[in-house]
């Protein structure tokens, strides 16, 4: 049984239920596509990692943008 795990931003940027059930549609349709899996049982996963607990080159992503809108 295939298992995917999606790991995206929270907080503000997080994706709007509506784009999580399209994620999970379009994942598991990808995944039968390409490796030919049944998908009935398929499971996928979305993470919502807060901004202050995702890093980049030494800094969180809220460091990040603050610095960019700077």
Do not use: W
Not at 7 to 34: F, H, M
Not at 41 to 65: A, C, F, L, Q, S
């Amino acid at each position: 049984m295939p298992f995917v795990r999606i790991c995206v931003t929270g907080d503000e940027e997080r994706p709007t239920s509506e784009q999580k059930k399209e994620l999970i549609a379009g994942v598991t349709k990808l995944v039968g596509d390409v490796l030919g899996k049944n998908t009935s049982n398929m499971v996928v996963i979305i993470d919502e990692i807060p901004m202050e607990n995702y890093g980049i080159g030494g800094k969180t992503v809220r460091e990040r943008h603050k610095e960019k809108q700077s």
